[in-house]
């Protein structure tokens, strides 16, 4: 197991018991001592928790992202349909930045339907998405795997990829956060992702954000585009919903629920 999935798995834990023996964390992860002890640590430097005599305590409520495998399944009837209604916002013709996130590697298995398009990305399971057609089938698109470092996750990134970034002009950044919030905007829980995103946005025309009702309201530990800076935000919402749909429609310069 990944320590990223054993870092979102504690937390949980975390969440719903607010305090974690370390027997507790080796016994549920099937890890030994040296580990937990490790990613007890870890959680206490990202803030998240604080280290007290035989375990772990909660200190604040900061939304981890899941592993890319489990986030693709959840929520994903909702991320189909967000995906299908950010196709209508695209024409043939353009340049577009898709970033690393399960609903974007979604998108990217709807861009399919389209022709003509440039796009760029840094997610691995993204292009494989965009490639997996028959032989028969013709490329229907220019595809550009933005180069950087490859590590635990699909994706490239550091400096080398942000350097990529900016050789590009786009006409739209779709993006996909952690969270989305009407006053804070749109967040991601690492440093580098973010800085990922905000350079996409950068350099597009238009940001669009696709987010499922689970990033709605959410705050994540870095910000990465304010409000003022989304062209548009495509969500979903069901009838026992508690947002207040009116604060969104208000903070954003277009929103489309799905």
Excluded at 107 to 124: C, K, P, Y
Excluded at 188 to 210: D, G, N, P, R, W
Aim: aromatic share 4%; charged share 20%; proline share 2%.
């Amino acid at each position: 197991m990944l320590q990223q999935e054993r870092l979102h798995r504690i937390q949980a834990l975390l969440k719903k018991l607010q305090r974690l023996s370390t027997e507790r964390v080796m016994n549920e992860l099937e890890i030994s001592r040296e580990t937990a002890r490790r990613d007890m640590i870890e959680l206490e430097a990202l803030g998240v928790a604080k280290r007290v005599h035989g375990g772990l305590v909660a200190t604040e409520s900061i939304a981890v992202e899941a592993p890319l495998h489990i986030r693709n399944t959840q929520f994903a009837k909702e991320k189909r349909a967000i995906a299908r209604a950010a196709i209508q916002h695209l024409q043939s013709g353009q340049t577009i930045f898709l970033d690393a996130g399960s609903t974007t590697s979604i998108l990217a298995e709807e861009l399919r339907t389209l022709s003509g398009l440039t796009i760029l990305t840094n997610s691995l399971q993204a292009v494989f998405n965009l490639t997996m057609a028959s032989d028969a089938e013709q490329m229907n698109h220019e595809i550009i795997l933005l180069g950087g470092r490859v590590q635990q996750r699909a994706q490239t990134q550091g400096e080398l990829l942000i350097q990529e970034i900016y050789r590009y002009q786009a006409d739209i950044a779709l993006l996909s956060p952690v969270g989305i919030h009407p006053a804070y905007g749109a967040s991601s829980f690492y440093t580098e992702e973010a800085h990922i995103a905000q350079a996409m946005l950068k350099q597009s025309q238009q940001t669009i954000i696709l987010a499922d009702q689970s990033k709605l309201d959410v705050i994540s530990r870095v910000n990465y585009a304010k409000p003022s800076e989304i062209s548009a935000l495509i969500s979903n919402k069901d009838d026992k919903s508690e947002i207040d749909c009116s604060a969104y429609q208000k903070a954003f310069a277009h929103v489309e629920w799905v």
